[in-house]
């Protein structure tokens, strides 16, 4: 279990999932959740966020990697990185999208997509206390690939000063899930138009060592451990993983 994976150390103020305004699905509410295992769910899953913040009055949303420690979501980039400075003190909202599938209906119309998504609203902070730091980019480096911080050479403080960290509270949020086939109109189910999901995930391909290695450096578990395996599957898929043609991992 990797420290992102573990149990999230969550507060008394935690509020439950889509309970504020904001956070309130106004379409489509059955399809939201409630339970914040959900959430913790969708981020352990994930891989990329998307962080939204306005900068000089303009939106702006871009993708970034992520890691988690309890109830804080950490994102990093470089310290010259504008969104993450302008984020600092300010609300910003950040997503999850994990996509499960491609959802054809007899009619256009209903074609849709099986996804799973958080939604998360709060005051970003820019981490300053070296030790929060350096745990917050081991939360991030692990979650992108579980046992690497271990593996890897730790970042020079040279290496730290030029990256900025930025702590987002998971306090404030919502999860969004669809599933299942396609529903279309009662007068379409007979009109012999193919209708199904095409199952996605993401997989991994096998490991390319860099050709720059030395010889005799083998791939390392942790890294075979993700080598050409799906990452991150919606449940159902996973147990359907041999079927699809997929490697089960
Ligand atoms: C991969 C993917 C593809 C999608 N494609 C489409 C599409 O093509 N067209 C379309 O209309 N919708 C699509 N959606 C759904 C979309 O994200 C919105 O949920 C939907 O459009 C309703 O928008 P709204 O502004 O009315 O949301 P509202 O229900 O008004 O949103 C209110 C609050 O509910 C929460 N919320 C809303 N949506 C989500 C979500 N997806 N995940 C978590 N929390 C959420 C947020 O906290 C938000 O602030 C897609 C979602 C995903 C994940």
């Not at 138009?193 to 095409?198: D, K, P, S």
Request: proline share 8%; hydrophobic share 40%; aromatic share 4%.
């Amino acid at each position: 279990m990797t420290l992102a994976e573990q149990a999230p150390d969550r507060s008394a103020a935690d509020l439950p999932l889509s309970s504020t305004p904001r956070t309130t699905l106004q379409r489509l509410r059955e399809r939201g959740r409630t339970d914040r295992a959900e959430l913790d769910a969708v981020l352990n899953a994930g891989l990329v966020c998307h962080l939204g913040v306005v900068i000089d009055g303009e939106p702006v949303v871009l993708p970034t990697g992520y890691g988690r420690i309890g109830g804080t979501l950490y994102l990093h980039g470089s310290s010259a990185n504008r969104s993450l400075l302008a984020a600092d003190g300010q609300q910003v909202c950040v997503t999850v999208t994990l996509l499960d599938g491609l959802v054809c209906a007899r009619a256009v119309f209903h074609h849709s997509m099986n996804y799973r998504s958080a939604v998360i609203f709060g005051a970003a902070r820019l981490v300053t206390d070296p030790a929060e730091k350096l745990a917050a980019l081991r939360a991030v480096t692990d979650h992108l690939v579980p046992g690497r911080w271990e593996h890897a050479r730790e970042p020079t403080r040279k290496e730290l000063a030029a990256t900025a960290v930025v702590a987002v509270p998971l306090d404030e949020a919502s999860v969004k899930v669809r599933s299942g086939g396609p529903k279309d109109d009662p007068e379409d189910y007979d009109s012999g138009i193919w209708a199904g999901v095409l199952p996605a995930a993401l997989t991994f391909g096998p490991a390319e060592p860099d050709p720059a290695l030395p010889p005799g450096v083998e791939i390392p578990g942790h890294i075979a451990a993700l080598a050409g395996r799906p990452r991150g599957a919606a449940p159902d898929l996973m147990a359907d993983a041999d079927h699809l043609g997929w490697a089960n991992g």
